[in-house]
């Protein structure tokens, strides 16, 4: 166990020497601040020669303490917090809190603004996975995927635009519905995503799926069990990389996912290779959600009627969504006031990371990077 | 027509008239040395600039076009800022070693420009163990680099040139042994000879499929051997930041980015000159008038042609493959490519003794 | 795999059970110090609840309250299992070895709540700075340089 100060005497200008000390473990800091983190993560790893013995996350860089900040914030409020744990899904973010603060008031949601909902998600997810596919591929030293995907997301951050009225932390759900209703052009849009998406997804397997260094860097790499991915609380990607059904979409559906005609994507090798290609087999699934959505929104209101102020019932409320990363849950604890009285996120990258200890213990430093890209990791979600 | 050789003899007949042999001497020195300092300068701004260009252009974007017509200064205004900057040394670094490093990898690369054939009768020194003297001096700069990681008392940087000394240790071997098969099938070490060999067709060509071998060999151990991506664990970016180059700033770290584009226009230089001819012209056997016609583009730009042909490759692989393991770059090397070579130079052994080849 | 069978195993392993059926899973309120073998029982019985997908602790100004979220990866029905703490001195058993995520989880509870978690292979912060006083989400936390209050 190493402490902080310890850690830093070991940066300290004898460092080079402590790795002659007859251990033969050399303790080097990735982050808060290394190309590979995307983030202030910081990870204490020890090594031997290349391989690695040990990995310490040390976060915190990031705590805004969000889940204290809501315990000041009205229920139409602290929805647009939360866009910023997960920045990458900050839609489904909201989407959860809205769901929760619903489920207390026991809300009717339109079903227009159900399918608005659901189709905002998707683009979310895709986008997401976009940005997931070109960072890693960067991270195993590949730099062109970045600007493939890029391509893409960049449409689809317009539609967020033109409709949301934001590119990132879009704010568009509010308790009962959406804030206002789609654009005219957004429908006309998302067609010309989807058949852009068609015409060239391709190019990301010739890319990169398909290359032979980029299968060897992943296949076998960063096993993790199926029985360790669930003691581990994965969700998402990475347990379903390792043969869990853990698609919230699916298990406990919310708005109108039961009705949509979808698979749950699911490989069983575990290794980060299956993490990616569940990854890339999600986007697709998204893709056909969307195609099945996109002409048949019904027409009606996008806001269900309610009081300017909202009050929860006195009582304990859990809702869950499945975002990009994996399984979001909101606990709000309310006192029947107009703020909560605790709120709690169990955020699905918190207990994903808490897993790359044991993934990567004995596998090289190159591996560690393939490790932490289809993890998939974005630290605001695990600092909160 | 232009040709760099009657430049050349019209300055020595100038100076061997109005100077005594001494001093002849000395002054082309002088305008040896000026030449090699202004072609690694021009050098390293033309490489970064295409490199930049051609990573942009495989990026579907445009890269640099605001300094200069379609942003041809923009290197030069990037050494410019390098050259202002304060170049900073570490607390706890070796400050001599620290500091000797990059001109360490620096000379090295100018020792190689010597044997160089940028034209026909274009050299600076046609030693007559060309070959061995370029994989002798090349193999120095891993020095620099262990010097540069082990002093600058970073955990990044001594990993980084841990891996770098692997790597350039081991591919030297296979880089060694396909230029070894061209030296077989030529009989001398002389880089002039090698070009002149060559005059009625190239290796690549000549050698049927075993030269082919030995050039695909080639081009994959010298990527490793510059450190370029694939292989570019030395400096790989995402797992050690910037490797062996990580405390360097200013215009020392400009120095290690020079010297990384002057490497590899010497490598794609030799690997040009063995095995795609050198200066010489594209001939086939007995077409004299295509052969005729050939001989009409100046052989400096022959040269040039091919070289960067070979340069825009490397840049290629950079722009589109992801980064090896470590353990994965030493088995390729050591699993495959070695055997491979070796094999390979015993097959082009027996094809020169039994005159096989064209 | 219903909420009665549940009920039905807990009053069998731990008469002192109280259940709250109120909300919309079944809550289980349990002594902190029969927490540890609880968990055991849970997560070996025929149920499996080898899945904790949220754990929490709420400060209700008298006390504190350790949350537990528990599913199963077989039958996917939930019960939450609470424990009352005392503020002054919370102390709990640790289920990091029953299942894994709880050791970053009570991390975090232990930094932010100041819960100690008896017998955790690595109770040290994960968050906060090594010198940070006080516990943020404790309800009585003010700090007046870093206002996260409105």
Redesign the interface.
């Known amino acids: 166990m190493y402490t902080e100060t310890q850690i830093i005497k070991s940066g300290a200008p004898a460092s080079i020497a402590g790795a002659l000390d007859g251990t033969g473990e050399l303790v080097i800091n990735v982050g808060p601040q290394h190309p590979a983190t995307h983030g202030v993560l910081h990870l204490v790893i020890t090594l031997n020669g290349e391989t690695i013995r040990k990995i310490e996350p040390h976060l915190g860089y990031i705590h805004r303490s969000i889940e204290k900040m809501c315990e000041s914030l009205s229920y139409r409020q602290f929805i647009y917090v939360t866009s910023r744990m997960d920045y990458l899904s900050s839609h489904i973010n909201n989407h959860a809190c809205a769901l929760t603060v619903e489920k207390g008031l026991q809300l009717e949601i339109p079903p227009r603004a159900q399918v608005i909902r659901v189709l905002m998600d998707e683009l979310t997810r895709v986008a997401s996975h976009e940005l997931w596919w070109g960072a890693m591929a960067m991270d195993l030293g590949a730099f062109t995927p970045f600007f493939y995907a890029f391509r893409e997301r960049e449409t689809i951050t317009d539609i967020m635009e033109e409709t949301c009225g934001a590119r990132l932390t879009m704010n568009y759900i509010c308790p009962g519905g959406v804030n206002y209703d789609i654009h005219p052009n957004f429908q006309r849009r998302v067609k010309d995503f989807i058949q852009l998406f068609k015409s060239k997804i391709h190019e990301y397997d010739e890319l990169v799926t398909g290359n032979i260094i980029f299968q060897n860097r992943m296949k076998g790499v960063g096993t993790l069990s199926r029985e360790d991915a669930i003691s581990f609380g994965c969700t998402g990607p990475v347990a379903r990389g390792s043969g869990v059904s853990s698609d919230i979409r699916k298990l406990f559906p919310y708005e109108i996912y039961d009705k949509l005609n979808f698979e749950e994507i699911t490989e069983t090798a575990g290794d980060s290779f299956a993490r990616y290609m569940v990854r890339i087999r999600e986007m697709h699934q998204s893709i056909s959600i969307i195609e099945q959505l996109i002409d048949n929104i019904p027409e009606g209101d996008f806001q269900a009627k309610t009081k300017a102020v909202l009050k929860l019932p006195k009582g304990e409320f859990y809702s869950r969504v499945e975002t990009a990363r994996g399984e979001l849950g909101v606990y709000i604890v309310s006192e029947g006031g107009t703020t909560p009285y605790r709120i709690k996120f169990r955020s699905p990258g918190f207990s994903n990371l808490s897993a790359l200890d044991h993934m990567a213990r004995g596998s090289k430093l190159g591996d560690l990077v393939a490790m932490m890209g289809t993890l998939d990791l974005v630290i605001p979600d695990i600092d909160r | 027509m232009f040709s760099l050789e009657g430049l050349t003899n019209s300055l020595q007949q100038w100076l061997a008239a109005n100077f005594s042999a001494g001093w002849v001497l000395v002054i082309e020195s002088i305008i040896v040395i000026l030449l090699a300092i202004a072609l690694f300068a021009v050098l390293g701004l033309i490489l970064v600039l295409m490199e930049r260009k051609v990573?942009a252009h495989?990026?579907?974007?445009l890269g640099p076009n605001r300094v200069g017509p379609q942003g041809m200064f923009q290197t030069t205004a990037d050494t410019l800022k390098l050259i202002m900057k304060e170049g900073l040394t570490p607390?706890?670094a070796d400050k001599f070693l620290f500091n000797l490093a990059p001109f360490v990898v620096m000379i090295v690369a100018m020792l190689l420009l010597a044997p160089i054939a940028f034209a026909k009768n274009f050299q600076i020194w046609d030693i007559n163990i060309g070959v061995l003297f370029v994989s002798a001096v090349s193999s120095i700069s891993v020095i620099g680099i262990l010097m540069a990681g082990?002093s600058s008392?970073?955990?990044?940087s001594?990993?980084g040139a841990m891996?770098s000394g692997a790597q350039i240790v081991s591919y030297e071997l296979s880089a060694g042994l396909s230029i070894i098969s061209i030296v077989v099938l030529t009989g001398s070490l002389q880089l002039s000879d090698i070009v002149a060999s060559q005059q009625n067709g190239w290796w690549l060509f000549k050698g049927h499929i075993p030269a082919l071998i030995a050039f695909v060999i080639f081009i994959i151990a010298v990527t490793a051997e510059t450190n370029r991506?694939?292989f570019?664990?030395a400096e790989?970016?995402?797992?050690l930041?910037a490797g062996f180059h990580t405390e360097y700033s200013g215009m020392k770290f400009a120095l290690f980015f020079l010297a990384e584009y002057i490497n590899i226009f010497i490598v794609c230089a030799i690997g040009a000159t063995l095995f795609l001819g050198g200066w010489m012209p594209l001939h086939f056997g007995n077409l004299q008038g295509f052969n005729h016609l050939m001989d009409y583009i100046p052989s400096s730009i022959w040269f040039f042609g091919k070289v960067f042909f070979l340069i825009f490759l490397i840049m290629w692989f950079r722009?589109?493959?992801?980064?090896?393991?470590?353990?994965?770059l030493l088995n390729l090397e050591w699993k495959y490519l070695l055997p491979i070579s070796m094999l390979n130079l015993l097959v082009i052994t027996i094809m020169a003794i039994m005159g096989w080849h064209f | 795999m219903t909420t009665e069978n549940f009920k039905e195993y807990i009053t069998r392993v731990l008469p002192a059970a109280i259940f709250d059926e109120s909300g919309e899973w079944l809550n289980v309120l349990i002594d902190p110090k029969d927490w540890k073998s609880l968990a055991q029982q849970l997560r070996d019985s025929e149920f499996d609840f080898n899945y904790l997908f949220c754990l929490t602790c709420i400060d209700w100004k008298t006390h504190l309250t350790m949350v537990y979220h528990l599913s199963s990866t077989g039958h996917r029905q939930t019960i939450v299992i609470k424990a009352n703490l005392d503020r002054a001195n919370p102390e709990i058993e640790t289920v990091s070895g029953i299942w894994r995520t709880a050791e970053f989880h009570e991390r975090e509870v232990y930094e932010l709540f100041g819960v100690k978690f008896l017998n955790h292979p690595d109770l040290r912060r994960l968050i906060l700075t090594d010198d940070f006083e006080g516990y943020p989400l404790r309800k009585d936390f003010e700090d007046p340089v870093n206002m996260i209050k409105l």
Request: hydrophobic share 35%; net charge neutral.
């Open positions: 990573a495989m990026q579907i974007r607390d706890g082990y008392n970073n955990k990044y001594l990993l891996r991506a694939p570019d664990m790989a970016e995402s797992e930041t722009w589109t493959f992801p980064r090896l393991r470590i353990d994965q």
